[in-house]
């Protein structure tokens, strides 16, 4: 989950970019890659894993340039995935304060008497859920977290073993086992501090049992943001973008990369539960029998294998890039989720910092000299989707994700991606940072995960709903930015973390008017590189205007992965990636638009309209949510095409939340 802005607030050194080129004016077809993984992407393979071996995916020998650290193939090997991940660091090491607060319990602490209170925390608990006394639902589940609270402020090593067995009662796991989710070393130790320093009995245990808990309580209203002392001077009242150039640059947007180092060929890709193509996956109705052995080249139910990978890092620029030797960026971004979908009991901070420097290392492969601003999504950390507020007390509870911030800051000034300030501010800010390009376009990269469900710490002073400063933080950015420049706009809002090629339009005033004049701004969601789940693979390109930064024209790229299968019993090519569409030329057939003119909010709204007098467009829309998978169902219903249009009407989740029929079509996966 990410989000990066772009702000127009000066437009500098634009003399030298030339007429609009006709290489510009089209998008090339396809491109298909080799046969095996292009061995010139890494310095070194672990042997037995080079790429001249077409059944065995590649694993190269990566070696840290923050840390100098070599990750040793046991991390990544696909035959020896651990139940609990060796490489994580060991709770003594992690918090050493371990006995004096709220934090992750140390296994030597356990007595005769924290054993006792655990088990009577236990009974307590099971007799809240069946007391006659107290009423309700949401009354129950208040009560019981106040008693689970005393045990976390008490014997907090014990709290992770008392989850797993409410766990085994009442099936709250979202993942593998309850031992294995809430292991101290997984979603254990934070479901302890959070109960230990959470208001349990008021809004933030209301929050806790309507998200978590079996909707047990209502959610609580909506906490008014005070905004007082945010901003030094008002909004202006007649900003407005610089006039167009007439000039257009490329720009890559890459998202949800899910590179899975594990992926092992041939293993079962049509398994029962979890992250398939592993070799470990099963399929419970064969377990004897592989029902769909994995292709090299990816399958729905699976991550990013290298072998897909190498063939996106080649395609990329060739398909998507602009210049003369069509590979050229003037700079990329990609809106997070580096990270495979292994359950938190698999992984740890080594397999973390092993796929960022893996996964950025092939990005710099495809952009080269341009630069690339990412931001961070909610795989990209350990244990996944958690990110605690620098307001956190004790302090080393507050700092515990810092290790992430830094190496991944590093990672990227290292790569000359940003300057110096922009790296010292990540490494201390959950890895947002504000950087201004020499075009004078700002890029704010902002770390939404504070205000995702599965982040635990949003449970925390939940009557704040700021407790990480990142609003204030981004009102500061934009009080600068308007201080330097009176007239400045935000011209554009990217997303990833859906997998779904997807739009979200933002209207004036929360949408209480919506109309091509209220229409304000755009949100671009990117399709994925992972097929997961029961997608293609894809990417896009944008078409800009280098002084007011808008989008002219966005262009989309798919691999067929129902195609994977056909490529593992030849040596003659490998994946294929197509040119699937154009923004402008699928929805802008019948609307009034000059042909220099921004693909902005006024226009997405103008197709939403076109979407309601010819439902056709809908379903186009449909298939390429989806990357033209095959697995993407119609959409032709009056309920879905309804539907459609509304989620794109809605920038906000509550807004989505009012729209008909529910989720049932919110997507295509």
């Not at 395609?315 to 979908?341: K, Q």
């Amino acid at each position: 989950m990410a989000l990066l802005l772009s702000l127009s607030i000066a437009a500098t050194a634009l003399a030298q970019t030339p007429a609009l080129p006709p290489y510009l004016q089209t998008a090339s077809a396809a491109f298909t890659g080799q046969p095996y993984f292009p061995s010139s992407l890494f310095a070194e393979y672990w042997p037995g894993f080079e790429p001249t071996q077409t059944s065995v995916q590649p694993q190269p020998k990566i070696t840290d340039p923050v840390s100098g650290t070599i990750y040793p193939m046991e991390l990544t090997d696909p035959d020896t995935i651990p139940d609990a991940n060796p490489y994580v660091i060991p709770p003594s090491l992690l918090f050493p304060d371990a006995v004096t607060g709220p934090l992750l319990p140390n296994m030597n602490l356990f007595t005769p008497g924290s054993l006792a209170l655990a088990a009577q925390t236990l009974q307590s608990i099971l007799e809240i859920t069946n007391s006659s006394q107290i009423e309700g639902t949401c009354g129950k589940c208040l009560a019981a977290l106040g008693v689970v609270k005393m045990l976390a402020t008490t014997a907090p090593w014990e709290v992770s073993g008392v989850i797993i067995e409410l766990c085994n009662i009442f099936g709250y796991k979202s993942y593998g086992t309850c031992a294995e989710q809430f292991a101290v070393i997984t979603d254990g130790q934070i479901a302890t501090q959070v109960l230990a320093l959470a208001d349990v009995t008021s809004q933030d245990g209301e929050y806790l049992c309507a998200l978590w808990l079996g909707s047990s309580c209502s959610l609580p209203a909506v906490n008014t943001l005070d905004l007082t002392g945010y901003f030094a001077s008002p909004k202006p009242a007649n900003a407005a973008a610089p006039p167009p150039s007439g000039k257009r640059v490329r720009v890559l947007h890459v998202s949800d990369f899910h590179l899975d180092p594990r992926y092992s060929t041939y293993s079962e890709a049509d398994c029962s539960s979890g992250l398939c193509c592993r070799s470990c996956s099963n399929n419970l109705a064969s377990p004897n029998t592989t029902v769909f052995p994995a292709p090299r080249y990816g399958a729905f139910l699976c991550d990013t294998p290298y072998d897909l990978a190498g063939v996106a890092v080649e395609a990329i620029p060739v398909l998507a890039g602009a210049g003369p030797t069509g590979r050229e960026f003037d700079f990329a971004i990609f809106t997070g989720d580096l990270v495979s979908h292994d359950n938190d009991h698999q992984l740890g901070r080594a397999y973390v910092e092993y796929e960022e420097t893996s996964i950025y290392s092939m990005m710099k492969q495809i952009i080269g000299y341009a630069p690339l601003y990412p931001t961070l999504g909610n795989h990209d950390t350990w244990p996944q989707a958690y990110n605690s507020p620098l307001s956190l007390q004790p302090e080393y509870l507050a700092n515990q994700f810092s290790w992430d911030y830094e190496h991944i800051s590093a990672l990227w000034a290292q790569q000359d991606w940003i300057d110096s300030t922009a790296y010292q501010y990540a490494s201390v800010h959950y890895g947002g940072y504000a950087y201004t390009t020499w075009r004078g376009l700002k890029i704010i990269s902002f770390n939404t995960d504070f205000w995702y469900r599965d982040n635990w710490f949003n449970y925390l002073n939940t009557s704040d709903p700021d407790i990480s400063g990142q609003f204030r933080w981004m009102a500061d950015e934009l009080q600068a930015s308007l201080t330097a420049i009176p007239r400045i706009v935000i011209t554009e809002i990217f997303f990833g973390h859906t997998h779904e090629d997807e739009f979200s339009i933002f209207y004036a005033n929360n949408g209480t008017t919506m109309s091509a004049e209220t229409a304000v701004a755009t949100g671009w969601t990117a399709p994925s590189l992972t097929p997961l789940t029961n997608l293609s693979s894809g990417f896009r390109a944008y078409d800009i205007d280098p002084v007011t930064f808008n989008i002219l024209d966005s262009y989309t790229w798919f691999s067929n992965v129902t195609a994977a299968p056909a490529l593992d019993n030849q040596s003659a090519v490998g994946a294929t990636y197509t040119f699937e569409y154009s923004a402008r030329e699928a929805y802008g057939a019948n609307i009034s638009w000059p042909v220099d003119a921004p693909l902005n909010a006024t226009w997405w709204h103008l197709v939403t309209e076109q979407w309601e007098v010819n439902p056709s467009l809908v379903e186009k829309f449909t298939i390429y949510e989806g990357k033209s998978s095959t697995y993407t169902t119609n959409c032709t219903s009056t309920a879905c095409v309804q539907s459609k249009i509304c989620y794109a009407r809605s920038g906000s989740v509550p807004l989505a939340g009012l729209c008909p029929y529910g989720s049932t079509y919110g997507s295509v996966q």
